[in-house]
């Protein structure tokens, strides 16, 4: 059965230093991935995705099918960064996103 | 556009208690999902539509029904609530037919069953 695993419930960094969400995950089939963030009050909403392979407000993504993983990744962390960030993978014939249960980010100053 | 929008944003219900969770979308989106969000749990897929007239069951169907008699609407229907239904609702949509594409959701109904 699929799976995406997210080991950290929170993530606490400092301003500028790097930051890196880990994201696992298990699936028979081709894997297609993404990040959604949800900022304080605001909507979930998508981040990135895996097959369009770009960095979004400085993060980026890197599926690696060898290790199974698909971690997010910031060298310098910024205030606004602070959210909860989930992973989730397509399934289901790419009607499905199974979620991950998300790592809350705390960029300290 | 208002894109997704759901209502009521809260609502308390006793045991056994039945309502419906409304989600309209005013972007002509195929594809609607409705996902239950409990701590520690992420987000759970309940059931999807992939267009009017054709539903599917998500990971946690139990205790739900849906419909979709039109494109724009994708309401959640709790037939007895539960305290384990206690739980925050969140409503998407993308573009096409698959959710290849971004999933556009709406702000959430924070739902407490005594």
């Known amino acids: 059965a699929q799976r995406v695993t997210q080991p950290e419930k929170l993530l606490s960094v400092f301003k500028g230093a790097p930051v890196e969400l880990k994201c696992n995950y298990s699936y028979s089939g081709s894997p297609e991935l993404f990040w959604y963030v949800q900022y304080s009050r605001q909507r979930l909403q998508l981040l990135l995705r895996?097959?369009s392979r770009e960095s979004i407000k400085g993060f980026t993504a890197d599926l690696n099918k060898g290790e199974t993983s698909f971690h997010l990744k910031k060298p310098f962390a910024q205030e606004e960064d602070s959210a909860m960030y989930y992973c989730?993978?397509?399934?289901?014939?790419?009607?499905?996103?199974?979620f991950g249960t998300g790592t809350q980010l705390k960029v300290e100053l | 556009n208002a894109g997704v929008t759901q209502t009521p944003k809260f609502q308390v219900l006793k045991t056994g208690q039945s309502m419906t969770l409304q989600c309209a979308q005013d972007m002509n989106h195929e594809y609607m999902s409705w996902y239950r969000q409990d701590p520690g749990m992420g987000l759970r897929l309940i059931h999807y539509s992939v267009g009017a007239g054709i539903t599917d069951q998500g990971e946690v169907p139990n205790g739900y029904n849906v419909s979709r008699s039109t494109t724009e609407d994708f309401p959640l229907r709790l037939l007895s609530a539960a305290p384990s239904q206690t739980s925050v609702y969140f409503c998407?949509?993308?573009?096409?037919?698959?959710?290849?594409?971004?999933?556009?959701f709406g702000p959430g109904t924070r739902l407490t069953v005594l």
């Open positions: 989730a993978l397509l399934t289901g014939g790419g009607n499905k996103l199974t």
């Open positions: 998407a949509s993308s573009y096409t037919g698959q959710v290849k594409n971004e999933q556009f």
């Open positions: 895996h097959i």
